[in-house]
């Protein structure tokens, strides 16, 4: 088995499409990068002036209106009918401050979650893609019948693959996710703002990345399942594509509560260690009323973690049985 | 080593079509390939020949019968057995983007031969030049040839080829003809599957016919091709009439065929020489006239239905 995986190892290597996947990959975090550059970098000298004049302007009109509209407010608030909302609530007429105009300064500990959420989508997509290819190629050339001449213990030769899909992308997503985080990092201690990055952040944006890695494993070993059952690179990608706009997009749209167990939601949960989705409640009120809120929910990371263990180990599973009987022509 | 190489008795499988019908591919094959030397497995196109094949390897699974390789079980224990037997099973299948070369180091790496061993077999095979090319640039001819590179990198003592010289010109079918005595001089088995009899009349000892997925004849090539009995010469001799007064006493049955005479009955075509020399009547040209798959393929079908 291990002599198998190594093979499948130096094949999934030698595979153009995995080169071509690599250069996408490396494309993707330049320019990420470059754009995270972008983003951090502060006002040039003419941007601040506008925003000084802003605010200037700004606090001019508050500090002339600021208490006229307040006393008008308070006029309004005593005509609401019951149940009448806070007052302090209704007629906030906040002092403008300084920071409020402009940019603010990027923030290191804030923009990196999101960042390595982001990334772990692609490094997904290219582990799935690639894990898609490396099994639906070798059944659409037949050079799995040759294969099996030489190896005919399929459930090896199926973990073999498997296995070698889902190592061969670990140091890849790892690298990846490492030049992002630690790219990141340069510019914006060029740029914005490092000095809330404690150690606990740290600690949190490894567990993001170290989670992002597994998910790419996991994508590429489900890729593989998945060209292996419909025998074609393209094929699989459909399937993908046709999930992703049928299950995520439309029955997720139609059936919000259905959100939880659906993937993407899980490998948010998972990747950022619990995740939050909306659903629209409604309900009729004492009076008659019938009202509808967008009410946030936490899905957690034990959800998520649980939902991809067994939905990986469900699908990895219909694979093998499915390998293991398949006659081969 | 057991003296049966292959054997299979009741051999059956049945294929759904896309419609749903029910296709019998292999009914009840019970067939036996002595080990060591080339045996012919015949049969036309559908006959069930590349089925079995499939079956033998464990690439489809059979819905009854049971099959042995050297005496093993298969495909239970297939992978006992797997390092004797190189296989070649309709057109080869290799990685098109890879090199021949990096399609035998991982076929080597994987079942553990030495490195070096893929340089030898590319060079038994005349590919040592191409060697680092892709194989999706290969000729038909050398595809196959890299076929067979793949097969003996496990030094194999069973060889089973599947029309193996399907779409090749006549110089790539005489060396892979040459390749298979060769390897069945050796001492090794090799089945060739075919359903050009003259190809594998050439170089097979034994053969087996099949057709509708049965076992139709087997044995020797003559046996098969004869039935047992002297085969039919052609002879052509000047005076027709005294040539077929002496034959006919002779016991054997002569038939005219345009400037031909067509001889039944002659324990040996040497016999017809000697008895119309002795009259001095002389044999210009003789020919032991041959049975080709169609014909004894019809006269073994006759009755069957096929």
Known sequence: MIRLTKVELRRLVSRRLTAVGLVGLFLITILLLVATYFDARPLSAVEQQQAQQQYEMAHKDWVDHAEEMRTQCEADWKTQPDPKPKLEEMCVYSEPKPEDFGKPPTVFAQIMPDLLQGSSYFLAFAAFLIGASFLGAEFSSGAIGN????????L?????????????????????????????????????????????????????????????????????????????????????????????GVFAAFLEKA??????LNFDAFVRHDAQYYVTECKTGSDGSYACDYVQKTLSFEHGAWYLAIFTVVVVLLGGWVFHRRDVN | MSDVAISTRGLRK????????????????????????????????????????????????????????????????????????????????FFPAFTGQKNLE????????????????????????????????????????????????????????????????????????????????????????????????????????????????????????????????????????????????????????????????APDPADVTRRLAHQELYVSELTPVRADLESVFLELTEGEGL
């Open chain 1, 147 to 154: 294969w099996l001449t030489f190896e005919p213990r399929r």
């Open chain 1, 156 to 248: 090896r030769v199926y973990g073999s693959k498997l296995l070698a899909a889902a190592t061969g992308f670990v140091p890849i997503a790892a690298v990846v996710l490492a030049v992002i985080l630690f790219g990141t990092f340069l510019i914006v201690d060029k740029l914005g703002d490092t000095a809330s990055t404690t150690g606990k952040v740290w600690s949190d944006l490894s567990a993001i990345g170290g989670r992002a890695v597994v998910t790419s494993a996991l994508a590429a070993a489900l890729g593989s399942v998945v060209g292996l059952l419909l025998r074609h690179t393209a094929a699989a990608i459909g399937v993908v594509m046709a999930y992703l706009v049928l299950a995520e």
């Open chain 1, 259 to 264: 959100q939880p167990w659906l993937i993407k």
């Open chain 2, 14 to 93: 049945t294929y759904r079509t896309r419609r749903g019908r029910k296709v019998v591919a292999v009914q009840g094959l019970d067939l036996e390939v002595p080990a060591g030397g080339v045996h012919g497995f015949l049969g036309p196109n559908g006959s069930g020949k590349t089925t079995s094949i499939r079956m033998l390897l464990g690439l489809i699974r059979a819905d009854a019968g049971t099959m042995t390789v050297f005496g093993r079980p298969v495909p239970a224990q297939l992978p006992e057995v797997v390092g004797r037997i190189g296989a070649i099973v309709e057109s080869p299948k």
């Open chain 2, 106 to 265: 991982l076929l080597a790496e994987a079942i553990g031969a030495p490195r070096a061993r893929v340089g030898e077999v590319l060079e038994q095979t005349s590919l040592g030049e191409r060697g680092k090319d892709r194989f999706r640039s290969y000729s038909l001819g050398m595809k196959q040839r890299l076929a067979i590179a793949a097969t003996l990198l496990k030094e194999p003592d069973l060889l089973i080829f599947d029309e193996p010289t399907n779409g090749l010109d006549p110089a790539g079918i005489r060396e892979i003809r040459e390749t298979m005595r060769g390897l069945g001089e050796q001492g090794k088995t090799v089945l060739v599957s075919s359903h050009i009899l003259a190809e594998v009349e050439q170089v097979a000892d034994t053969v087996s016919i099949i057709g509708h997925g049965r076992l139709l004849a087997s044995g020797t090539v003559a046996e098969v091709i004869g039935g047992g009995t002297a085969p039919t010469v052609k002879v052509a001799v000047n005076n027709h009439e005294a040539a077929t007064r002496v034959l006919t006493a002779a016991g054997m049955t002569v038939r005219a065929d345009g400037n031909y005479l067509l001889v039944e009955g």
